[in-house]
C-alpha cells in the first residue's frame, strides 16, 4: 500500500511541476526572442513612448 501511495503522490508532484514549467514556457520564449532579435530588444516601452509624447525624460 505504501508504495502505491508513494506512486500517486509522486505523480501529482510531477503534474504540479508540469503545469507550472508550461506556465513559465511563454514567458521564457518571449525573452529568449528579445534576446535573440535585436529590434525587438531595443524596442522603447510604452512608458518610454508616453515620456517621448510629453516631452519628459526619464
Do not use: V
Amino acid at each position: 500500500m505504501c508504495g502505491a501511495a508513494h506512486f500517486i503522490a509522486s505523480a501529482k508532484r510531477n503534474a504540479e511541476l508540469q503545469k507550472m514549467h508550461l506556465a513559465i514556457l511563454p514567458i521564457f520564449l518571449l525573452s529568449a526572442e528579445r534576446m535573440l532579435e535585436p529590434r525587438l530588444a531595443m524596442r522603447p516601452t510604452r512608458r518610454h513612448d508616453a515620456a517621448q509624447r510629453t516631452g519628459f525624460d526619464i
